[in-house]
């Protein structure tokens, strides 16, 4: 069964500052992994995802990701945190099937970012 | 815009009185699901459309209903609404090929509240 770990409930960081939120995961064969972001009351909103190739994936509003397969890891990183960057932030993962049959993800327990002044 | 619409935004309810949340898509997605959000917690999968296929998590209360008229439509009925079901009900679609690259793509969400 696949599982990810966001081993981070919180994660505080001055503007301006690079900020780091953290996952790994566990998936067997090839993984697919995923980011999102939620504000208050409102849905996720995709950032990025990592399919193949380029272990740095660039997603939106200047996010990007590392993956790392001996490590297990996709952390989501941005260079200068901004304070609007303030939310809930979800890793993902579903591994690679060969039939269809509906897109089912596996959440991890989200991470809430605070980004101060 | 392309997107994922759900209404409505808010829904109060009062105890075990039926109550159907909706949700549709201009994207033209072949999948759609519905996940259930508790305080901040990781979305729970309650069940998903593949085309007309209906599939239901195996931890998913028999309270919890979904039809899916057409492509663009599905609905959430929950028959007999606990205090417990209180939650933010969030609708997803995505395209789904061969691998399971495809990115799900989330409305804003409803949110329950049951009296």
């Known amino acids: 069964a696949q599982s990810v770990a966001q081993p981070e409930d919180q994660v505080n960081v001055a503007e301006g500052n690079p900020l780091t939120v953290k996952c790994t995961y566990s998936v067997s064969g090839n993984p697919y992994l995923f980011w999102y972001v939620q504000y208050p009351n409102r849905g996720l909103q995709f950032l990025l995802k990592y399919i193949t190739g380029d272990n740095l994936v660039k997603g939106s509003y200047g996010f990007e990701a590392e993956f790392n397969k001996s490590q297990t890891s996709f952390h989501l990183k941005k260079p200068s945190a901004l304070v609007s960057d303030s939310a809930l932030y979800f890793c993902a993962v579903r591994p690679y099937i060969l039939t269809g049959g509906g897109n089912k993800l596996t959440f991890g327990t989200g991470t809430q970012l605070k980004v101060e002044l | ?115």
């Open chain 2, 1 to 115: 815009d392309a997107m994922v619409i759900q209404n409505p935004r808010y829904q109060v309810t009062q105890f075990g009185k039926p109550v159907t949340l909706s949700c549709s898509q201009t994207l033209n997605h072949n999948v759609m699901y519905w996940y259930q959000q508790k305080s901040s917690q990781a979305p729970k999968l309650l069940f998903h459309y593949y085309d007309k296929d209906f599939n239901n998590e195996a931890d998913t209360p028999d309270n919890f209903q979904s039809r899916r008229p057409n492509t663009s439509f599905c609905f959430l009925d929950i028959r007999s609404p606990g205090l417990g079901d209180a939650a933010m009900y969030l609708c997803a679609t995505s395209r789904d090929v061969a691998g399971g690259q495809e990115t799900q793509y989330f409305g804003p969400g409803t949110r329950l509240l049951v009296l």
